[in-house]
């Protein structure tokens, strides 16, 4: 039982720099950002209300790929919908992407 729980607290402690990175991925401005959000919304809906642009329309629930203005990315922020707005440029590098 011990083992399980040190490979378990070991493995936990190897993600808290991956955690971190993923967290400091803050959106640029006018630059591709992936976009979470609730499942049970339609995104395309989400994307008009707030004034973003979406790059890729591929259905890939629930993240998505768009380009937000500066005032559209604080109307995002402070939608319910959205989860996360993240940047893909880095989460892309961290991934091994070429986005």
Known sequence: MGFVVNTALAFC????????IVAAAAP???QPALVITSPWKKTENLFETVGAKEVLS???LPGRIAVFSKTALQKARSTPDVWLILDSKRLSALCGGLL
């Open 13 to 20: 402690v190897l993600l808290i720099p991956l955690g971190g």
């Open 28 to 30: 640029v401005p006018d």
């Open 58 to 60: 591929a259905r890939a």
